[in-house]
């Protein structure tokens, strides 16, 4: 029984780690809703002035803003401050309009839900942020990613508060499998001692009969003597053979009961990765993209970094970036530049070896991870790049030239993330420098 068990440390430890990913995301989520709060109060600084009614659900809002909210409050003041803009006439609206950069602010939405998991409520938020025309209505997608951003949180909070119940059960558990453990090797003790005091009790009674066998003068004697050792000789077998019959039960009963702590402890530790691969899946997914984003990038550079460190095998850093993607965006508006991520984010992902990783950077950047030298990197970028030539994009029946740069940086001694992506980022402006539509390696 003794083999069954691993050191309870080795057992906790991923569930340690998991609980301390989760505060992480925790603390993540926070920041974003704290920045969401910040960047939806100076909405409601910048709009003041235009309207009595307007500036009594504006400064209600930034009140709540101040303090940790529930969505229903928020929504009870989205309805107000709706009200309010709609009693406004066009002349207010235009106002407002000169007062905040419905630009700037666009693009700023963007990247926060860019940094939102892989959920349908930012799907939804995203459509309602290209749809929205007026100033309100990105205040209004603004609460929205506010509020998904709050949700999100309270779920990564209480996915850490199962995982430290789960693991508190799992420590009891162990503890109850020590527990079971000594009382076996207790036991195992207790019966080799009974062993051999009951072997030396049938060597002794044999023994005595022998000699009484041998010191007989009659024959009624001895048969006398002999019945007696014979009767107390099965007696202690008998006895032998009902202890340990008894002992045979209680294990059986203890084994049993252990199986099944043991079979709790597996489901409960299925059920805490499922929750876990479910809530790393979401975190580390862009959600325009479907690909890995910046978080799960971060991780896996980190692993690549440590791994290149011990085995010593050639790996590569790209870095892409979409060409004149600014231009795409001005020229046929933001649905078109998502569309061309979307697109060119799901044709590389499908063309590159299973070892290798791919994901979203950041606006238009991508990066890429290849295990092999510069040469064979540069020749998969190559690739990946000639094909977008043909990947022909349109957007409402008008052709859309795109094209793409890329920047290859090979692992060195001594590398950390940062100094190895500011090398990849270096061959990249090199290679925008010469023309863009070209991908170079560093130096």
Not at 204 to 214: G, N
Not at 248 to 258: F, G, Q, S, V
Request: glycine letters at 4%; one cysteine or more.
């Amino acid at each position: 029984m003794g083999q069954l068990i691993e050191p309870p440390d080795r057992w906790q430890q991923p569930y340690r780690e998991a609980v301390e990913e989760l505060d992480r995301r925790e603390r993540q989520w926070r920041q974003t809703d704290e920045l969401l709060r910040r960047i939806a109060g100076r909405l409601c600084i910048a709009a003041r002035g235009l309207d009595d009614a307007l500036d009594d659900s504006l400064n209600a809002v930034i009140s709540t803003l101040r303090k940790p909210a529930e969505p229903a409050p928020l929504e009870s003041l989205l309805d107000a401050l709706t009200r309010s803009v709609a009693a406004l006439d066009h002349a207010s609206t235009t106002a407002v309009a000169k007062v905040i950069d419905g630009d700037r602010l666009r693009k700023t939405l963007h990247r926060l839900l860019d940094q939102l998991p892989a959920l349908p409520r930012a799907e939804a938020l995203r459509a309602q942020l290209e749809a929205a025309g007026r100033d309100e209505a990105l205040a209004e997608v603004a609460v929205g990613i506010a509020d998904l951003s709050q949700a999100q949180a309270s779920a990564v909070q209480r996915a850490k508060l199962e995982s430290d119940r789960l693991l508190m059960q799992f420590s009891e558990r162990l503890e109850e499998i020590a527990r079971h453990l000594k009382c076996e090797n207790e036991e195992q003790r207790g019966a080799q001692h009974e062993q051999r005091t009951f072997g030396q009790q049938l060597l002794d009674e044999t023994q005595a009969l022998i000699s009484q066998t041998r010191e007989a003068t009659d024959l009624g004697s001895l048969q006398d003597q002999v019945y007696r050792r014979l009767t107390t000789i099965d007696q202690r077998v008998r006895d032998h053979r009902s202890r340990e019959e008894t002992r045979a039960l209680a294990y059986k009963e203890r084994t049993e009961a252990l199986y099944e702590r043991i079979e709790t402890l597996e489901n409960q530790t299925r059920v805490l990765t499922r929750s876990v691969s479910k809530l790393e899946r979401q975190v580390g997914t862009d959600t325009l993209t479907r690909v890995p984003n910046r978080a799960a990038y971060d991780k896996r550079i980190a692993a690549d970094l440590q791994l290149f460190g011990r085995d010593r095998r050639p790996r590569c850093l790209a870095a892409i970036d979409v060409d004149h993607f600014k231009r795409i965006n001005d020229q046929y508006g933001h649905q078109a530049g998502d569309k061309v991520l979307q697109v060119l984010a799901q044709h590389w992902s499908r063309r590159l070896r299973d070892a290798d990783f791919f994901g979203r950077y950041g606006g238009e950047e991508f990066v890429m991870l290849i295990e092999a030298v510069p040469a064979q990197a540069l020749a998969v970028a190559n690739a990946l790049r000639l094909s977008v030539e043909q990947l022909g994009f349109h957007f409402r029946k008008q052709p859309v030239k795109v094209t793409v740069s890329c920047g290859i940086a090979d692992f060195r001694d001594g590398d950390t993330a940062l100094s190895l992506f500011d090398r990849a980022d270096a061959a990249l402006y090199e290679a925008k420098r010469n023309g863009r539509n070209r991908c170079c390696l560093e130096g």
